[in-house]
């Protein structure tokens, strides 16, 4: 998405993400993992029924493993596997435990 390309260029401040019923998909979900990989302003995202399957998923997942940021994450209605959604939970549980 080539927003989030400009906004990883562009925007270091950013705190918030919203991408609610957007059906932005994988590639989407792969765009923006790579924004919040680097992102240490942001605290709060929301990709909810965005049409993210185990691609998606698993990018963000890796990317939460290195942003310790975000506390607030709104991932549900999409179709993950548990081996990511157990991932990225944890991540996030991790970020509002010591942060």
Wanted: proline content about 0%; overall charge neutral; aromatic content about 6%.
């Amino acid at each position: 998405m080539e927003l989030c390309k400009i906004l990883d260029k562009s925007n270091k401040s950013l705190r918030s993400l919203f991408f609610r019923n957007s059906k932005i998909g994988d590639e989407g979900a792969v765009a923006v993992a790579s924004l919040i990989k680097g992102n240490i302003s942001m605290v709060e995202l929301e990709v909810f029924n965005c049409a993210i399957s185990e691609k998606g998923g698993a990018a963000i997942g890796e990317a939460l493993k290195t942003n310790f940021c975000i506390e607030k994450l709104s991932i549900g209605e999409n179709i993950l596997n548990k081996r990511d959604v157990e991932q990225i939970q944890q991540s996030v549980i991790f970020n509002t435990q010591y942060n």
